[in-house]
Structure formats: C-alpha cells, structure tokens
C-alpha cells in the first residue's frame, strides 16, 4: 500500500517567508506525527495529532510554527516568518491506533536562505 | 531534548562480519524502537522491545534490553552491503506516544 508522503521534497526560501509542508499519511492511521531533523540538534520532535484529540504541540520551538490536520488525515506544518536556524529536514510519520512503530514519510528539507 | 545516545558515533566493517550499535537512554521507558535512515531522509521501523522484554530478534537483527543500565544494543550479524544506513534508537516513556531520538550510529559495510 501507499506510504507516507510528503510535500515539497526540497523547498528553498528566503528568510522572512512563510512556508507550508505538506504530509498524507497512511489512509487509516489516526495518528500523524512532525519531527525535525537537523546537523546540530539531531531528531527533534515538533507535534502529535492523535484522532480528533487535542494535538501535542509540546515540541514546537517557537510561535511561529503550527500544524493543522483536517479531516483527520492530512496535515500542514507551517513555518511563518522563516529564519535561518530552520534550515532543516522535517519528517512526518504516521501510526496506526494502539500501535507504538511509526511510518515515516521521506522527508521535505528545508533551506532558508 | 535527546533521550538516547548512541554508541559507537559510526562504525565501518567488512561484508560478512556482525554490527553492533548500543544505546543508553535516561528516564524510565514503555518500549525502545530501532529506526534505519538511507540518505538522510525517511526512517524505516526495525524493530521495537518493551520494558518487560529483554531479548528480541528479526530476521538477522538482535535486540537486548537493560532496563537496570538503561541500555540496547542492535546487532545485525552477517552484514551486507545494502546494510550501510544510519542507526538511531528510539525511546518511548510511559504515559506518552512520541519518540524522543537518539543522535544515531553511521553504520559503513564495505563490499
């Protein structure tokens, strides 16, 4: 079956844009998950969507970043007012309930000029 | 915030020979996965060992688990070429559904 997919799989923008990352997860999978993966700070989780629960957004690092999941399938991460430091690649994983092993998407690598 | 770390930083051997990779991690755990990532993009889910498992094997990988030493250790024995990928452990705390990432292992098998 289909994986997990996520788009653009490369995005270049300048400093100061808003940006919109896409993810489809697995069809029937309720939870979807953002993590942020980087040189410095290694695998960072950002956000937890759980069926129609309140999100986890515990990992967020600044106000700037948000997620939104509709429908309880797709999500978008948004990143507004892009810095350099967000240079990075974000990964989205997906999990069927009661499951604990996650999907993960291939990725959209970020690059804040 | 990192849970696990990693251990060896990378490590090359030869086709044929086994790979063994450890991690410690640092509060109490529901379960530690194993994760393999190509390329620097999307992991893929090896294998996961509960707090109350100590041993688990899949296919040519073999997972132990001291909840006592808060440590894993991966090994993948008659390795292949096709096995050059990073490592990272992954930890699950009780009471939570995400996974805190360890920094990884650089696993290099040469032909």
């Known amino acids: 079956g289909a994986g997990v997919s996520q788009s653009p799989s490369n995005k270049v923008t300048e400093k100061g844009k808003d940006v919109e990352l896409r993810c489809d997860p697995i069809s029937g999978h309720t939870a979807l998950y953002w993590y942020r993966q980087s040189l410095g700070q290694g695998l960072e989780f950002l956000i937890y969507?759980?069926?129609?629960?309140?999100?986890?957004k515990s990992g967020l690092p600044s106000d700037r970043f948000s997620a939104e999941r509709t429908g309880g399938s797709v999500s978008t991460l948004t990143i507004q007012r892009t810095q350099q430091e967000d240079s990075a690649v974000y990964l989205c994983?997906?999990?069927?309930?009661?499951?604990?092993?996650?999907?993960f998407g291939p990725g959209t690598r970020l690059t804040v000029t | 915030s990192q849970q696990g770390e990693e251990d060896p930083q990378a490590l090359s051997i030869q086709e044929g020979e086994n790979a063994t990779m450890n991690c410690s991690y640092k509060t109490s755990i529901n379960n530690l996965q194993w994760y393999r990532q190509n390329s620097g993009r999307g992991l893929v889910h090896l294998i996961l060992?509960?707090?109350?498992?100590r041993e688990k094997h899949s296919g040519r990988l073999r997972v132990t688990l001291d909840t006592s030493k808060k440590s894993s250790s991966l090994l993948i024995t008659a390795s292949r070429a096709a096995d050059t990928a990073s490592y990272f452990c992954?930890?699950?705390?009780?009471?939570?559904?995400?996974?805190?990432f360890g920094k990884g292992t650089m696993l290099l098998v040469s032909p």
């Open positions: 994983a997906s999990s069927p309930l009661g499951a604990y092993e996650q999907y």
């Open positions: 969507f759980q069926g129609n629960s309140a999100p986890d």
């Open positions: 992954a930890t699950m705390n009780s009471g939570y559904s995400t996974l805190t």
């Open positions: 060992i509960r707090s109350n498992e």
